[in-house]
């Protein structure tokens, strides 16, 4: 199983809801971060929690993080059709490589 | 431009050849990552060198995968014999950890097609 696995798979809405994406991971992480990645298309790095922090904002994104309940959740506020993509979570282990896990296919409907 | 540069965006090969993608980080970034991410999936990490130095190798990466990071800059991916399930997205990543660190910056990867 995966270190990092999102919650749910693929999600639905409409535009100006929000969207909220949760991911659970195994073992002790220095950080986690989320990702969002349109089709056919690289990453795009959205948002770094250290494990020391417990919430963090960026623009529309908030992330909050649980180290108790080894969770992170992923919260989109007034979505918009151009948030519509893949969106993973990424564990650091060991300050080594990042772990992904299978990601949350989010759609966001006009 | 300052991102991460993969190249090329797409390769279509005949199963047994062989094949070299290039990634070029970010100038000052000393760690790169090989990614690889089949329809459906999150990235699976094959490598990563830091400076010249190749740190880790996934179990993923068999024996007719190489990698090399000759002068600590750009990165060569190179597979050989290909098979038809190496087909995948390959993606290339890179951070640097000199201020702390932060997230990764990935290039817009390499689509391969083993025929």
């Known amino acids: 199983s995966q270190q990092g696995e999102e919650d749910p798979q693929a999600l639905s809405i409409q535009e100006g809801e929000n969207a909220t994406m949760n991911c659970s991971y195994k073992?002790?992480?220095?950080?986690l971060q989320w990702y969002r990645q349109n089709s056919g298309r690289g990453l795009v790095h959205l948002i770094l929690?250290?494990?020391?922090?417990r919430e963090k904002h960026s623009g529309r994104l908030r992330v909050t993080l649980d180290t108790s309940k080894k969770s992170s959740s992923l919260l989109i506020t007034a979505s918009r059709a151009a948030d519509t993509a893949s969106y993973f979570c990424?564990?650091?282990?060991?300050?080594?490589?990042?772990?992904f896990g299978p990601g949350t296919r989010l759609s966001v409907l006009p | 431009d300052t991102g991460v540069s993969q190249d090329p965006r797409h390769k279509i090969t005949k199963r047994g050849q062989n094949v070299t993608f290039r990634c070029d980080p970010i100038?000052?970034?000393?760690?790169l990552y090989w990614y690889r991410q089949t329809l459906g999936q999150g990235p699976e990490f094959l490598t990563y060198?830091?400076?010249?130095?190749?740190?880790?190798k996934s179990r993923l990466l068999s024996d007719r995968f190489s990698a090399e990071r000759p002068k600590g800059s750009f990165s060569t991916l190179e597979i050989q014999r290909t098979e038809q399930g190496d087909s995948a997205m390959y993606l290339c990543?890179?951070?640097?950890?000199?201020?702390?660190?932060?997230?990764?910056?990935f290039g817009s990867g390499t689509r391969l097609t083993v025929v």
């Open positions: 990543a890179s951070r640097t950890t000199r201020t702390g660190g932060d997230g990764y910056t």
């Open positions: 073992t002790s992480i220095n950080n």
């Open positions: 929690i250290r494990s020391n922090e």
């Open positions: 990424a564990t650091d282990l060991r300050g080594q490589n990042f772990v």
């Open positions: 100038s000052e970034h000393n760690r």
């Open positions: 060198f830091q400076n010249e130095a190749q740190l880790e």
